[in-house]
Structures are given as C-alpha cells and as structure tokens.
C-alpha cells in the first residue's frame, strides 16, 4: 500500500460546481499535511496547509480526519483558472528524520 | 528574479555523459532538495540537504549524486546517464519541515 494515495483523476467539472477531493495516508503518526497545487509542467505551489481544526481560504477548504487517516480538498464556484493537478503532501517525519511524502496528485479540468 | 532558480532548464544529452543541474536559491534556507517528477510516479526525493555539512540520500539516490557548495547552492550530478534517468528534475527549499518552495524544473532527456 503506498503511503499517500490520491484517485488521480481526471475530474471533470463545470464552471460554477462544487468539487472535493481526497487523500489517504497510512502512517497514524504523520504531523503534518498540505495541499499543492500544480499546472502542467510547472513547479508545484503551496495551496494550503490542513489543520486539524480544518481551514478556509476563499472558495477552499481544507480538512482533517485523523480517526481515517485522509485529508480532503474541497473547492466551490470552481473557475477554469483552477484547472491544475492537486498534490496532498504528508510530513511524517520525526525528529532526526525527513519524511515529507507526495501524493500523485489528482487532476481536475473546469469545463466551460 | 526567481527565489529558486535551476539551469538548465532544458537537457538534452546522450547515454553515459557526465551531467550536472544546478540550484540556487535567495530565501536564505538552509534545507534544499533535489526530486524527480515521472508521469504516474509523482514526486520522489533523490537527496536533501539540512544544511551545507549535511547530505542525506532520499528514496532514489542511485545513479546520482549531489554537492552543497553553500547554503544557496545545491548540485545535481548525473554521473553516466541513462535513459530511465529521463524525467523531470525539482530543487525545492525549505525553512523548517513544513512548507516546501520550488524553482521551475530541469526537463532532462536522455538518449
């Protein structure tokens, strides 16, 4: 089993939908988790970092359930600027150790 | 300017050159990294850096190497490339264990 699973997509969406995501992990003792967000072949960007209170920017939310071991992306009124591939990043590292561990990312195409 | 900054950004060269891609970075970070991108594979580290006396191989260190001439330069050597060594080539930076900054890649192909 990989360590961080995403349904790679496509998701295709109209303009205006709303559209949510999911990620996997398998290690119970991962710190900390991110969204990326990627356009084809550029660099990945940070989108936002998972709280476990959940966190909010603009038309994202981002949420985590540790009981399950998946963070979700959830993103509303989507536009066509955010066709793109979302990565979920999990930090499981520990002291001494680096373990920050990319998905494959999940791709989504608002169509107009 | 860019705060991570790669070169070349494009490669082309054949089986069993010497190559190397070359990072350098203004954030001031003392963590750096080197990562391939293969379509389906998504992102894997190949070597990190905490700082410059430090270097640590990551999931796929064979076939590579690195060198941290400073805490805003990090090298990646391809001693004798091969074809599977094709992929798209990430340096990151990183302050502390979370957030992770990239320059815009190397495409490298290897004939």
């Known amino acids: 089993r990989k360590e961080v699973e995403q349904d790679p997509g496509p998701f295709n969406v109209p303009e205006g939908a709303t559209v949510a995501f999911n990620c996997t992990y398998s290690n119970s003792a991962s710190q900390s988790f991110f969204w990326y967000r990627q356009d084809c072949r550029k660099e990945p960007k940070l989108l936002m970092s998972?709280?476990?209170s959940g966190n909010e920017d603009g038309r994202f939310t981002a949420q985590l359930n540790r009981a399950s071991q998946y963070i979700s992306l959830l993103i509303r009124d989507s536009k066509l600027s955010d066709s793109a591939t979302y990565l979920c990043v999990v930090n499981s590292g520990t002291s001494g150790t680096y373990k920050y561990i990319f998905g494959t990312g999940t791709r989504l195409k608002v169509l107009a | 300017d860019a705060d991570v900054t790669q070169t070349p950004r494009n490669r082309i060269t054949k089986t069993g050159k010497r190559i190397m891609l070359e990072c350098s970075q203004t954030?001031?970070?003392?963590?750096m990294y080197w990562y391939r991108q293969d379509p389906g594979l998504g992102l894997r580290l190949i070597y990190y850096?905490?700082?410059?006396?430090?270097?640590n191989k990551g999931e796929i260190s064979d076939g590579y190497s690195v060198s941290r001439q400073a805490q805003a330069k990090f090298s990646l050597s391809l001693e004798s490339a091969i074809p599977n060594q094709t992929a798209l080539y990430f340096c990151?930076?990183?302050?502390?264990?979370?957030?992770?900054?990239f320059g815009a890649g190397t495409r490298l192909s290897v004939l």
């Open positions: 850096s905490f700082d410059v006396k430090d270097i």
């Open positions: 990151a930076t990183s302050e502390n264990e979370n957030i992770q900054y």
């Open positions: 954030k001031g970070h003392d963590r």
């Open positions: 998972v709280y476990s």
